[in-house]
């Protein structure tokens, strides 16, 4: 199976970039498919633990939760977290936090590179 890199620059609301992004990963990670989440910018926003239930809404921590427990690899992006008051022990359990770097190596060693969001 190949490894697809996702990378998300687009807050969890106000658009459906941070929905649809899980929702692809869903999908391949069911196909066997190996996949990376890169969250940067207000996409880090989405790795916070302790979300709210709300209806009609997506729960993001729940569907994160569910996906790294299908072995999706979710990294923060360490800056951009910082600049948003998110620090590792505020962080669903099982993201990691990285440089850009670890962005740009796995977007390079993956089968496809998908970038999602207006930044």
Known sequence: MGTLAIGILTGPYGSKNMAFALRLAKAA????????????????TVAKK????????????????????MGLEVVNCESCAYI????????????????????????LSSDVALMIGEE
Not at 92 to 106: A, C, K, L, R, S
């Open 29 to 44: 990670l069911e196909k066997g498919h190996s996949v990376r989440l890169w969250l940067s910018g207000d996409a880090t």
């Open 50 to 69: 302790g979300q709210h239930e709300y209806h009609r809404c997506f729960n993001f921590e729940a569907e994160l939760r569910e996906l790294i427990e």
């Open 84 to 107: 948003r008051g998110i620090n590792k022990e505020e962080m669903i359990d099982g993201i990691q936090v990285d440089t850009m770097t670890w962005f740009i190596e796995n977007a």
